[in-house]
């Protein structure tokens, strides 16, 4: 059972409803992830802001959830693992490539890269040097899309806490993330 319980969609009013409405309507569901988080409308109003710019931004759906799995992989968050295998499914990845990723493992160089700088940020705290800025360059990352892949591994934190903190409840195909970083 969740720590912070979820906004019952049903019974929001005002903002809330209005955020969880927009939610349904563009995933046709309200993940127990965003019920929760709406306990702050702004806190999801913000979210939601983030992430509809991302998707607009330079990294393909597929590199998104690569990010993202490599990440929840490397904190062993269980709700981001579930989420973000069906929606890199959704995104076109298969099978292969969505367990690979959990483990921060994909067979394309350039992609292997930002998800090996990815995992590196995880274990490191952020503190990252040369090395790893100027490996994603060599791959192809020009730095418009570097600060994409950061504010990508950044977001992707937040939701692996918030679902560690809180507890909340999977509501997508369960998916054990296996975490593979230790905690320092």
């Known amino acids: 059972m969740s720590r912070i319980p979820p906004v019952d969609h049903a019974t929001a009013s005002g903002e809330t409803k209005d ?3 927009g939610v349904k309507g563009a995933l046709g569901v309200v993940p127990n992830i965003f019920a929760t988080m709406v306990q702050s409308p702004k806190v999801l109003e913000g979210f939601l802001a983030l992430n509809t710019a ?3 931004g330079h990294l393909s759906a597929q ?3 690569q990010i993202a799995l490599t990440v929840a992989g490397a904190n062993g ?7 973000h295998t069906a929606i890199g499914k959704g995104a076109g990845l298969g099978e292969q490539d969505l367990s690979n990723s959990l483990r921060g493992q994909s067979g394309d160089a350039k992609t292997q ?3 090996t700088f990815a995992a590196t940020v995880v274990a490191q705290r952020g503190r ?4 790893e800025v ?7 990352y020009a730095d418009a899309e570097i600060i994409e892949i950061v504010t990508h591994i950044g977001v992707n934190l937040f939701t692996n806490y918030f679902n560690h903190i809180v507890d909340t409840e999977i509501d997508f195909p369960a998916v054990q993330a296996g975490a593979t970083a230790q905690a320092a």
């Open 19 to 21: 955020l969880l409405d």
């Open 128 to 131: 990252v040097g040369d090395a």
């Open 63 to 65: 590199l998104r959830e």
């Open 54 to 56: 991302l998707g607009q």
């Open 77 to 83: 968050c269980d709700y981001c693992a579930s989420a």
């Open 113 to 115: 890269a930002a998800l």
């Open 134 to 140: 100027h490996a994603l360059r060599a791959a192809g």
